[in-house]
T-cell receptor
Framework: NAGVTQTPKFRVLKTGQSMTLLCAQD?????MYWYRQDPGMGLRLIHY???????AKGEVPDGYNVSRLKKQNFLLGLESAAPSQTSVYFC????????????????FGNGTRLTVT | DAKTTQPPSMDCAEGRAANLPCNHS???????VYWYRQIHSQGPQYIIH???NNETNEMASLIITEDRKSSTLILPHATLRDTAVYYC????????????FGQGTRLTINP
């Protein structure tokens, strides 16, 4: 049981390049999330998904797109990278809240460190 | 989601109990109190959560005041590995768990 796995761990992009960050979870979680963390700041939600084929915007969605084609995977795309997107990106997953299972904690990956020059 | 307020930093001696306070005076009746921590360069790690009763697990204890306006996370016997940033978060009982992270408390455990 690997939990939440993020690839790649590190990446350097030039302004205008595109890339996709992959998040995979093996816990059969319904919900998945993408956060970014900048120096001295807390985590900010970019996009999230409550199930396969569905996505929604979070706090800072501009410049990013996401897809959830399979339940276990959540992809974060940068179509045209900008220096402002230099950050550490964290993926997380959790069970769906139900009457008998409120508040399943989020499980986080160990991050992707992205630098845009 | 209710806003939470935490001290920016705290120190604790190794082997002693670390008590981390959190103020959430605007918390509503359908919001839990969650605690996560982030050890340098790693993803946040879930510690514990509670609604109105005190809670304890293998990692920590959570004490919530009767009026629910504040809480304290207790690490009973702090070790050097407990050095991390600790986040206190209030979030609704149901729905997608869009945790809103504040600045947290940077806890340093000293030998």
């Amino acid at each position: 049981n690997a939990g939440v796995t993020q690839t790649p761990k590190f990446r350097v992009l030039k302004t205008g390049q595109s890339m996709t960050l992959l998040c995979a979870q093996d816990m059969n979680h319904e919900y998945m999330y993408w956060y970014r963390q900048d120096p001295g700041m807390g985590l900010r939600l970019i996009h999230y998904s409550v199930g396969e084929g569905t996505t929604a915007k979070g706090e800072v969605p501009d410049g990013y797109n996401v897809s959830r084609l399979k339940k276990q995977n959540f992809l974060l795309g940068l179509e045209s990278a900008a220096p402002s997107q230099t950050s550490v990106y964290f993926c997380a997953s959790s069970y769906r809240s139900t009457e008998s299972s409120y508040n399943s904690p989020l499980h986080f990956g160990n991050g992707t460190r992205l630098t845009v020059t | 989601d209710a806003k939470t307020t935490q001290p920016p930093s705290m120190d604790c001696a190794e082997g002693r109990a670390a008590n981390l306070p959190c103020n959430h005076s605007t918390i509503s009746g359908n919001e839990y109190v969650y605690w996560y921590r982030q050890i340098h360069s790693q993803g946040p790690q879930y510690i514990i959560h509670g609604l109105k009763n005190n809670e304890t697990n293998e990692m920590a204890s959570l004490i919530i005041t009767e009026d629910r306006k504040s809480s304290t996370l207790i690490l009973p016997h702090a070790t050097l590995r407990d050095t991390a940033v600790y986040y206190c978060i209030a979030r609704p009982i149901q729905g997608a768990q869009k945790l809103v992270f504040g600045q947290g408390t940077r806890l340093t455990i000293n030998p």
